[in-house]
């Protein structure tokens, strides 16, 4: 079987190893943007280039007679990959442009989601223009999120209190948006505990899997500014220590409606990773956000603790069976942590010489931006090397992760606390004082 992975970082790493796993006889064909030493010893075939280059990839595709596709980051998704895909007779793991959209546009989900009466959602208005503004963000009364309505790169969501800290401000980001041609969605900003929970669906059909937890600030004790997420953990029960079963549940609900009314409104159903950017709050779960992909991290921390072949799960998501297979994970915890650049996320160094040989176990490396030199591996300026601990309990998790990370020699750094017991006695009690 030939399967193209579409991405090169580390979630892709992670992706490229569960297909590995597989009993089934595979050849992975990487379609990836930078030189990841990890994937590459996986595949059989690497090809460097765009990876929202659509031609370069369906016609890298066509010539190595591909049975399937796995698409990796949100990119490729935003730009159709999937659609053009299809017209060629390869199926993919990964939504069409059209249902891509509840990544790839704010306004589309918090309207489905409104449409649909799926519970979770903030109070919200869009705007194309500034009229009705000012009126909205009073009304929220402090506690306003602006989105702009597009992949940003993770930089169009600004948050009062964080980033903004007066109308005035808020009002000059709108404009500013305004300004660039890019509408917006502002909404309720809620008060709790993010985490994830993402699905496996094959368009009517969902397999949910363990929830996770990122962390989104560059420093110890959650501060300093947003990042790609600096590391994240899941518990070997599944759930997350300040989560209640009611709460996953709810979770799994929402997860499981949206899927509904995609299928619903389009009549085509959403094929791939369904990721839930969930918080639990006084009053319940709701939704922040949905991507229609795997998180990174959240990749590296679910697909080594996964039972069921890998393979078969995306050959159920393709064909519509995913009901047919038990999808199941090991009761492991993992911790994860990335190790990025001195200076990251703002003013990153960048090529600089990193050392991984003084790792014990190369198996909970995840490569992500790096790049595989003559004269060894150098860090290229974004997150570098997630480190994934995997224990019978969060302890044992956090600490492989932690000795491991230290291990790895450059200018680099990393979240000590991430999956620490004091950490997570911290978010327990922010719960519980909701
Ligand atoms: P998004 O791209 O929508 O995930 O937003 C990025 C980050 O902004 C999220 O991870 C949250 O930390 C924060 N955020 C987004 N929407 C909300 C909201 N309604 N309430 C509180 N925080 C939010
Ligand atoms: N972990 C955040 C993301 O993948 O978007």
Not at 206 to 228: C, E, I, W, Y
């Amino acid at each position: 079987m030939n399967i193209l992975l579409i991405g090169s970082g580390a979630r892709e790493h992670a992706i490229a190893r569960a297909i590995r796993r597989s009993p089934q006889e595979t050849n992975i064909f990487c379609f990836g943007s930078s030189r990841n030493p990890g994937i590459f010893e996986l595949v059989h075939e690497y090809n460097f280039g765009s990876i929202t280059d659509i031609r370069a990839i369906t016609n890298f595709a066509r010539k190595k007679n591909i049975d399937f596709a796995i698409v990796g980051p949100e990119a490729p998704l935003e730009v159709g990959i999937v659609d053009e895909l299809k017209k060629i007779n390869i199926p993919a793991v990964g939504p069409t442009k059209q249902l891509a959209q509840l990544e790839t546009s704010k306004s589309f989900t918090r309207n489905l989601l409104k449409e649909f009466y799926i519970p979770g959602e903030p109070k919200f208005k869009y705007f194309n223009n500034l009229k009705g503004v000012r009126e909205f963000l009073t009304e929220l009364n402090q506690l306003y999120v602006i989105k702009a309505d597009g992949l940003m790169g993770g930089k169009g969501v600004k948050v009062s209190g964080d980033h903004l800290h007066s109308y005035e401000e808020a009002f000059e980001y709108c404009q500013e948006l305004i300004n660039i041609g890019c509408s917006f969605v502002i909404e309720e900003k809620f008060v709790g505990q993010e985490f994830s929970l993402m699905s496996f669906c094959d368009g009517e059909n969902l397999a949910h899997m363990p929830a996770v937890q990122d962390h989104k600030r560059t420093f110890v004790d959650d501060q300093g500014s947003n990042t790609g997420g600096m590391g994240s953990y899941s518990d070997n029960n599944h759930k997350l220590p300040f989560l209640t079963d009611e709460d996953i549940k709810q979770a799994h609900e929402i997860n499981t409606s949206t899927a509904r009314a995609l299928y619903g409104k389009f009549s085509e159903g959403f094929k791939g990773i369904l990721y839930g950017g969930f918080m639990i709050t006084k009053n319940g779960v709701k939704l922040i956000e949905y991507n229609a992909r795997f998180g990174d991290p959240e990749c590296e921390n679910i697909l080594p603790i996964l039972k069921t072949d890998f393979v078969t799960i995306c050959q159920a998501i393709i064909s519509g069976n995913l009901d047919k297979i038990n999808v199941e994970f090991i009761n492991k915890a993992t911790v994860c942590k990335y190790a990025v650049p001195n200076g990251y996320p703002d003013n990153p160094v960048k090529n600089q010489k990193i050392d991984t040989s003084a790792v014990h176990d190369k198996n909970c490396l995840y490569y992500a931006s790096v790049d595989a030199r003559e004269d060894g591996l150098y860090e290229t300026g974004s997150r570098t090397i997630a480190v994934v601990g995997i224990g019978d309990n969060l302890e044992e998790a956090e600490r492989i992760a932690e000795e491991e990370i230290c291990r790895i020699k450059g200018p680099l750094f990393h979240r000590k606390d991430i999956g620490t017991e004091k950490l997570i006695r911290k978010k327990i009690e922010m719960v519980n004082n909701l």
